[in-house]
């Protein structure tokens, strides 16, 4: 029974989508791609500067995620954070902010959590070139590093590798001669017959929305793209559920861990207020992990 998305129709309306639009300028499945001015092209590399670094909105990152975390998370769960570099750290003289005082800074202001570092996770070749996604296939680092923290094991070998050869990203437009890249899906018997539950997009059940590769926005292959909330069942047989508070990074994380969990539930802040998320999960004995790109940490009044 499609519960989660009978239940986010009483209660959060599509307009909340609508009008979050733009918010990250990363993803390619929520906003129209970065100005000019702010993507450079760097050795055939097209780079988003986020620059400068807002101190008050890594601040109010922390406020928020701490508030989420002890009004629902803290009592009987286990509780995980993250923040993901962005390309720029990884691209010889792209602009960067201080990524490694953002996380010292995040691991103060919330002791409580679990901190997984990923900076040395991921290196230059792991995003996309028109792009500041992260490249599902080149993924093994991060799920190491979850996987140590969090308690699993991933291996990125095991899976399918699915090609589509005409990806150009978020970024592609402000290029003057972008070329398509490709873009890699990966499954497994654990993603073939998972089922995902997704509120903007009620007629898919596959975690691989691959209509979506023909669309405007490929990258919404992964979980059909930008949403509120999206849970993803499998017959995994761990006894083991994950709630991710995301942006739409995790939306090519997850499906690499329906061999893992039960039951991913996926909640984007953005787009849907704080107050909301009961109707979409009850927090009890599960793994939560707060997972953030660092472009979200820096413009995070975005977070409802």
Avoid at 56 to 61: L, T
Avoid at 73 to 100: E, H, L, S, W, Y
Avoid at 164 to 176: K, V
Wanted: glycine share 6%; hydrophobic share 45%.
């Amino acid at each position: 029974m499609r519960t989660l998305v009978r239940a986010a129709a009483a209660v959060c309306a599509a307009a909340m989508l609508a009008s979050c639009a733009g918010a990250d300028s990363s993803s390619t499945s929520s906003s129209a791609p970065a100005a000019v001015s702010d993507v450079l092209e760097l050795d055939g590399e097209l780079v988003k500067d986020i620059t400068p670094l807002d101190e008050r909105s890594v601040e109010r990152f922390a406020e928020k995620i701490r508030s989420v975390a002890q009004e629902y998370c803290m009592v009987n769960n286990r509780v995980f954070c993250a923040v993901i570099p962005d390309k720029a750290q990884f691209t010889d003289g792209a602009p960067r902010v201080d990524f490694g005082a953002v996380c010292a800074a995040l691991d103060e202001a919330l002791p409580d959590m679990t901190h997984i570092g990923l900076s040395g996770a991921l290196g230059a070749g792991d995003y996309y070139r028109t792009d500041g996604h992260w490249r599902q296939e080149r993924l093994q680092g991060v799920a190491d590093a979850l996987g140590d923290a969090m308690g699993f094991s991933v291996d990125l070998s095991a899976f399918e590798a699915h090609t589509f050869d005409g990806f150009l990203g978020a970024y592609a437009e402000d290029a003057e001669d972008a070329q398509p890249e490709t873009l890699v899906w990966l499954t497994s018997a654990a993603t073939d017959s998972a089922v995902q539950d997704n509120y903007q997009a009620p007629d898919v059940t596959d975690v691989y929305d691959t209509a979506r590769l023909e669309s405007a926005i490929p990258y919404d292959v992964y979980l059909s793209g930008a949403t509120p909330a999206v849970t993803v069942t499998t017959n995994a047989g761990t006894g083991r559920e994950l709630v991710i508070f995301r942006d739409s990074f995790a939306s090519s994380l997850a499906p690499l861990l329906c061999g893992v969990y039960d039951k991913i539930t996926l909640l984007d802040l953005r787009y849907m207020a704080t107050p909301l998320l009961e109707q979409f999960v009850t927090f009890d004995d599960q793994d939560v992990l707060f997972l953030y790109s660092m472009e979200v940490v820096n413009n995070s009044a975005m977070l409802r």
